[in-house]
């Protein structure tokens, strides 16, 4: 459908150019050519195609951290599994993200990424957006090595870094700037377009300061597998809640993090939240053994993957899960969606996505009252 006309009950909306992200009710967007043209408050002169009388309409979700979902290993998965992956995101609400492939030898990492490159221009344009690929790894600290594999674990020496550039698809690496050559890598990543993040790392808030000053932005997964609050020896954690420069990646299913410091995430650090599932193959999937960087997990019946000794390995959260569960809690829902939207989008300079406004791209999620994904359109097109 080149045109279409939504009105909605409630409808979220921030203008590309900055501003405060506010709620319509209603409201309505009119959309063409998979573009946003226009967003109005009320309802429209003409006729709508579509009138949303519950639930929100919120911009398409944007996942920072997927190392796979309903079966798949984002690293190793064969075609078929990318094409099931991109396909059934969207049911997630989620309408573009970064594949996320764990701590392997730079260069099995660099023959992924060489394979996932062949693999994009054959997925299905319904599909959720593929923004390029996270490397969280191998440039990581032995100490918080969490679900990785400690025999792999290396410095970012420049080979290392030109390799794995060489496709163009890394958009975002994870590191410990404790490393040796970390903040030399910070500053190549940087200059190449890639966003550095800090993770799996036993820094001291001094060490992920200086790592900001190198041209850091993010700090992955807080409070899982870093250095945290200590009030006579800061690490990770404190350095990610009070550098405004720094966006904390924050995974909500309220198992890797509890909800009083889920909140505590958010009123430190308003407007930087970026909310994560790190979502692994178990993700979709019922209770079983599934595979995450090539080791095998568990899936329980209840809360996040484990490894076999007990090691919390990535989640099985969705992204509209991460949103209701946020705003259980008590975080607004303009926050939430912010968090899972357009804070994302524009820390990886994609601010025509995680929005609706005119002239983004028309990624959209309605979300019912439950703030479940109901339907989800990717350029205007309807993907579930």
């Given at each position: 459908?080149?045109?279409?006309?939504?009105?909605?009950?409630?409808?979220?909306?921030?203008?590309?150019?900055?501003?405060?992200?506010?709620?319509?009710?209603?409201?309505?967007?009119?959309?063409?050519?998979?573009?946003?043209?226009?967003?109005?408050?009320?309802?429209?002169?003409?006729?709508?195609?579509?009138?949303?009388?519950?639930?929100?309409?919120?911009?398409?979700?944007?996942?920072?951290?997927?190392?796979?979902?309903?079966?798949?290993?984002?690293?190793?998965?064969?075609?078929?599994?990318?094409?099931?992956?991109?396909?059934?995101?969207?049911?997630?609400?989620?309408?573009?993200?970064?594949?996320?492939?764990?701590?392997?030898?730079?260069?099995?990492?660099?023959?992924?990424?060489?394979?996932?490159?062949?693999?994009?221009?054959?997925l299905p344009a319904t599909g959720a957006k593929v923004l390029g690929v996270h490397l969280e790894g191998p440039f990581l600290s032995e100490k918080r090595k969490g679900a990785?594999?400690?025999?792999?674990?290396?410095?970012?020496?420049?080979?290392?870094?030109?390799?794995?550039?060489?496709?163009?698809?890394?958009?975002?690496?994870?590191?410990?700037?404790?490393?040796?050559?970390?903040?030399?890598?910070?500053?190549?990543?940087?200059?190449?377009?890639?966003?550095?993040?800090?993770?799996?790392?036993?820094?001291?808030?001094?060490?992920?300061?200086?790592?900001?000053?190198?041209?850091?932005?993010?700090?992955?997964?807080?409070?899982?597998?870093?250095?945290?609050?200590?009030?006579?020896?800061?690490?990770?954690?404190?350095?990610?809640?009070?550098?405004?420069?720094?966006?904390?990646?924050?995974?909500?299913?309220?198992?890797?993090?509890?909800?009083?410091?889920?909140?505590?995430?958010?009123?430190?650090?308003?407007?930087?939240?970026?909310?994560?599932?790190?979502?692994?193959?178990?993700?979709?999937?019922?209770?079983?053994?599934?595979?995450?960087?090539?080791?095998?997990?568990?899936?329980?019946?209840?809360?996040p993957p484990l490894r076999a000794d007990g090691t919390i390995a990535g989640s099985g959260l969705r992204l509209d899960e991460a949103v209701g569960n946020a705003v259980r809690?008590?975080?607004?829902?303009?926050?939430?969606?912010?968090?899972?939207?357009?804070?994302?989008?524009?820390?990886?300079?994609?601010?025509?996505?995680?929005?609706?406004?005119?002239?983004?791209?028309?990624?959209?999620?309605?979300?019912?009252?439950?703030?479940?994904?109901?339907?989800?359109?990717?350029?205007?097109?309807?993907?579930?």
């Amino acid at each position: 459908m080149a045109s279409l006309l939504i009105t909605a009950n409630s409808l979220i909306t921030s203008p590309v150019d900055g501003g405060p992200t506010r709620v319509l009710s209603p409201g309505f967007v009119r959309i063409e050519n998979g573009v946003i043209t226009e967003v109005g408050e009320g309802r429209p002169v003409t006729a709508p195609d579509l009138d949303l009388r519950d639930g929100v309409l919120a911009p398409g979700l944007v996942d920072l951290q997927v190392n796979g979902f309903f079966g798949h290993d984002m690293a190793d998965a064969g075609e078929d599994g990318w094409h099931t992956v991109v396909r059934r995101l969207p049911e997630t609400g989620v309408t573009a993200f970064l594949p996320t492939f764990i701590t392997a030898p730079v260069d099995v990492q660099a023959k992924a990424l060489r394979h996932a490159k062949e693999l994009l221009p054959g997925l299905p344009a319904t599909g959720a957006k593929v923004l390029g690929v996270h490397l969280e790894g191998p440039f990581l600290s032995e100490k918080r090595k969490g679900a990785h594999n400690a025999g792999f674990l290396t410095d970012p020496i420049p080979e290392a870094i030109a390799t794995l550039l060489e496709t163009g698809l890394v958009k975002l690496v994870t590191l410990a700037p404790e490393r040796n050559g970390a903040p030399a890598a910070i500053e190549t990543l940087s200059r190449h377009g890639v966003l550095v993040s800090v993770g799996h790392s036993d820094a001291t808030a001094e060490q992920v300061e200086r790592a900001a000053d190198a041209g850091a932005r993010m700090v992955t997964h807080i409070f899982n597998a870093q250095s945290g609050i200590n009030h006579r020896d800061p690490g990770v954690a404190v350095q990610a809640l009070i550098d405004h420069r720094l966006h904390p990646g924050l995974i909500v299913d309220l198992h890797h993090v509890a909800p009083a410091v889920c909140k505590l995430v958010f009123q430190a650090a308003p407007g930087r939240v970026v909310l994560v599932t790190d979502a692994a193959a178990a993700a979709g999937m019922p209770p079983g053994t599934y595979e995450l960087g090539g080791e095998p997990i568990e899936m329980p019946e209840s809360g996040p993957p484990l490894r076999a000794d007990g090691t919390i390995a990535g989640s099985g959260l969705r992204l509209d899960e991460a949103v209701g569960n946020a705003v259980r809690i008590g975080i607004d829902l303009v926050t939430a969606v912010d968090a899972a939207t357009r804070v994302p989008a524009d820390l990886i300079e994609r601010t025509d996505l995680g929005r609706i406004a005119p002239g983004a791209a028309a990624d959209l999620v309605w979300l019912g009252d439950d703030l479940r994904a109901r339907t989800t359109w990717i350029n205007g097109q309807k993907a579930c």
